[in-house]
């Protein structure tokens, strides 16, 4: 079997095992919604089918015990219980398992074991109970009919076997579903010397007798469906032996038996006058309104053809590292169109300029349809911890509900990636440090089910993504506490309360009385904090003592393409996001005499500190007359960089730096410019980070300077 045929298997069930979770979830809220079975039902089936189809028998054979147990429940003979739901997801992940396993990583077998004995048993209760009692009178949606007959024309398309699929055991699976005749249609296979062994010129058409419903035809070519030509049409029987033969068309009937071709059908009706031709010659419409209709019946013909290609191809599967190949290439076609325009600016050619400027209308065409195709909605992700929020409520037995918001909102694929750890961590914290059991929430006058909300939405170039509780909050006393016994502040440290909620994210920090499952280890939020910083994003922790917490994740759209500002400090270039901008000012001689020496501007009134790069990084030279400030917004805190002259917005191709710079402190990469030189990009989140505690440092190292000053002059007195 093709690789490519196995990996695309593994893709989708994959995206099936995903979508049959998200159903069981929701029918433990709704039991009786025969959508949701059904869509469950049909997400096993098609595993169980492909599964045998790509010689994954282990996952055919698991997935027929649990697929025959829901085909009990899809015919309202066995109901959805809490039971039903825990088992049916213990075996999602048995299947999950046996996807993903190698040769060097094996599977649970007691898990599957115990599995399978679980429903089993659920089939033989069934059976039992029928043979104790008669059976169970199922819903009248869901009660077998009368053996009905089916004409079932089924033509696979001619790449079919290109991807793997066999249409044989398709047809041997609707034998089994009742009497089956089948024929195959061999007119479309060319001459020999122009046959493709890989092609599939056979069409099928199949007479089928059953008592099972039309879904469960249906279900047989769910794995193909989009694939072929498919047409399922009743024939009743017991009518036609009544005489429908003699109110049908003669040519439907024969052609229905196969007795003619249909273009034998459209001879024979050629040599006849055309309804619009009769009514013409009768005088009862005019030829110009037939010429009119005849018009608009092609048009809605072409129409609804057109409809049909453009939905054959509305999605194609790409492989992940094809599209970053592809963001690459985008990257690189920028750096060249930045130096296209710089050479056009530089020279004096009208021309040039002119395809200068085309070229750049091109490329920013290409570029924001290349990172579109990158751009995921975040509601997958959501859906993903409706799973973990249920596990940790029955195991810490707490009853939450978790709604979300904003799951349309669209991220860069490689965030969404790096984000679920972030905040598998913030949700596992919010159920067991914040929500309360459902007795102290009672006692509190709270509802005895806690909330959890998850919500996205967009902020220009950001997204943000919320996550809150109504739980107990945070306390900011017993995590100063913490924090002075763990040696992480002085015991006088003056901090204010969004300070002092920033430390749950230092490395092994904990509140927690005892270590559990869940956590008290100290890890989890100092991963949130790193991994968010990676991404260039950051944290805001909002929080009020006994009502609840909501931490705030704000990330970039995309990690690959930023517009920046491009600033200078002597011979080195600097890119700052623009998305933190807010303004730039004049820096004087005379602003900074005003200041005593602090790093801090009047800005209409409202005062704001500054960095200087130029000390920061250490660069050396003379600085020029009047500088510049750059005002930014940070998180949520408007910070001012100081830099020698600014350039302008420039349009900036993340490179990502070598080892050796990988640590370097405020630089988060670096970028080509348009005459060939490097520029580095400002990480202004870790900059201000960082000159924060360098500045407490130098305050901790003053103050224990002057305490041991003031110890000295104490003891000199007293031996005087």
């Given amino acids: 079997m093709n690789d490519i045929h196995i990996n695309t298997f593994r893709e989708e069930a994959h995206e099936l095992l995903s979508d049959l979770e998200f159903c069981l979830l929701e029918l433990e809220e709704k039991p009786n919604d025969t959508e949701l079975i059904g869509r469950a039902f049909r997400a096993m089936h098609t595993i169980k089918g492909s599964g045998s189809m790509f010689g994954f028998d282990e996952i055919a054979s698991f997935t027929h015990e649990i697929e025959t147990v829901f085909a009990l429940v899809r015919n309202g003979e066995i109901p959805v219980t809490k039971e039903l739901i825990d088992h049916t997801l213990k075996a999602r992940d048995c299947i999950l398992s046996m996807l993903d396993s190698t040769s060097d990583i094996g599977i649970d077998d007691s898990l599957v074991n115990q599995v399978l004995s679980a429903f089993r048993s659920l089939s033989s209760i069934k059976n039992v109970s029928q043979g104790d009692a008669g059976p ?17 024309h089924f033509r696979p398309s001619e790449d079919m076997f290109r991807s793997g ?10 034998q089994e579903l009742g009497s089956c005749s089948v024929v195959a249609q061999l007119d479309s296979i060319p001459p020999l010397d122009e046959c ?33 030509e498919l047409t399922i049409d009743p024939i009743n029987i017991s009518q036609m032996t009544d005489g429908e033969d003699s109110h049908r068309k003669i040519g439907e009937i024969l052609m229905g038996r196969g007795e003619i071709k249909s273009e034998d059908l459209q001879k024979a009706l050629n040599q006849q006058k055309r ?30 053809e057109k409809q049909k290609i453009e939905q054959s191809v509305a999605t194609i599967r790409v492989a992940a590292d094809k599209l970053d190949k592809l963001v690459d290439l985008v990257g690189e076609l920028v750096t060249v169109q930045a130096r296209l325009t710089q050479k056009s600016n530089t020279g004096n050619d009208p021309e040039l300029l002119l395809i200068s400027e085309e070229v750049e209308r091109l490329t920013e065409e290409l570029r924001d349809n290349t990172m579109s195709i990158r751009m995921v909605p975040i509601g997958t992700t959501f859906n993903k911890f409706r799973r973990l929020v249920r596990d940790l409520s029955n195991s810490l037995q707490k009853e939450i509900e978790l709604s979300t918001e904003g799951a349309e909102t669209e991220l860069d694929k490689t965030v969404i990636e790096q984000l679920n750890d972030p905040l598998v961590h913030i949700i596992r914290n919010s159920i067991d440090h914040g929500i309360e059991s459902p007795d102290e929430r009672e006692a509190v006058g709270k509802p005895r089910e806690g909330m959890l909300h998850l919500s996205a939405k967009h ?37 204010t309360e969004k300070e002092i909620f920033n430390l749950i994210f230092e490395p092994g920090f904990s509140t927690a009385k005892k270590v559990t499952g869940v956590s008290g280890r100290g890890v989890g939020m100092d991963v949130v904090k790193r991994t968010i910083d990676t991404l260039r994003g950051s944290v805001e922790i909002m929080s009020e003592k006994g009502t609840g917490t909501t931490i705030t994740l704000k990330l970039p759209l995309t990690l690959s393409i930023i517009e920046g500002l491009l600033v200078s400090i002597g011979p080195n270039f600097f890119v700052l996001p623009l998305s933190s901008v807010e303004e730039c000012l004049q820096l004087t001689h005379e602003d900074i005499t ?23 990084f250490r660069i050396n030279g003379r600085m020029p007359n009047i500088e510049q400030i750059v005002i930014t917004d940070v998180d949520r805190t408007r910070i001012g960089f100081v830099v020698d002259s600014v ?23 670096a970028t080509i410019l348009g005459d060939g030189s490097v520029a580095l990009i400002v990480d202004l989140n870790h900059l201000m980070h960082s000159v924060e505690r360098t500045e407490m440092d130098e305050v901790r190292s003053l103050f224990s300077s002057e305490n041991n000053r003031f110890a000295i002059e104490q003891n000199n007195l007293r031996r005087n």
Wanted: charged fraction near 30%; aromatic fraction near 6%.
């Fill in 459 to 495: 902020s220009g170039a950001n997204v943000l993504v919320e996550i809150t509780d109504d739980g107990n909050g945070l306390d900011s006393e017993l995590i100063r506490s913490k924090a002075v016994e763990r040696g992480i502040i002085q015991s006088d440290a003056d901090l």
């Fill in 647 to 669: 350039i302008g917005q420039y349009q900036t191709v993340i490179k990502s730096l070598g080892r050796v710079y990988r640590d370097v402190d405020g630089v988060s990469g």
């Fill in 196 to 228: 493709n062994t890989e092609l599939c010129y056979t069409s099928w058409d199949v007479i089928l007798t059953t008592d099972k419903d039309v879904n469960m035809i249906k279900d047989v070519f769910i794995f193909v469906e989009d694939s072929c």
């Fill in 165 to 174: 699929t066999n249409p044989i055991p398709l047809l041997k699976e609707l």
């Fill in 136 to 152: 169970v009178e199922a819903p009248a949606s869901r009660q077998k009919c009368e053996p009905v007959s089916y004409r079932i």
């Fill in 275 to 304: 309804i619009g031709e009769i009514l013409v010659d009768k005088g009862f419409v005019s030829p110009d309104k037939v010429e009119t209709a005849l018009a608009e019946q092609k048009h809605v013909n072409e129409l609804q």
């Fill in 594 to 616: 005003k200041s005593h020496g602090r790093h801090i501007a009047n800005v209409r009134g409202e005062i704001v500190p500054y960095i200087r790069l130029r000390e920061k």
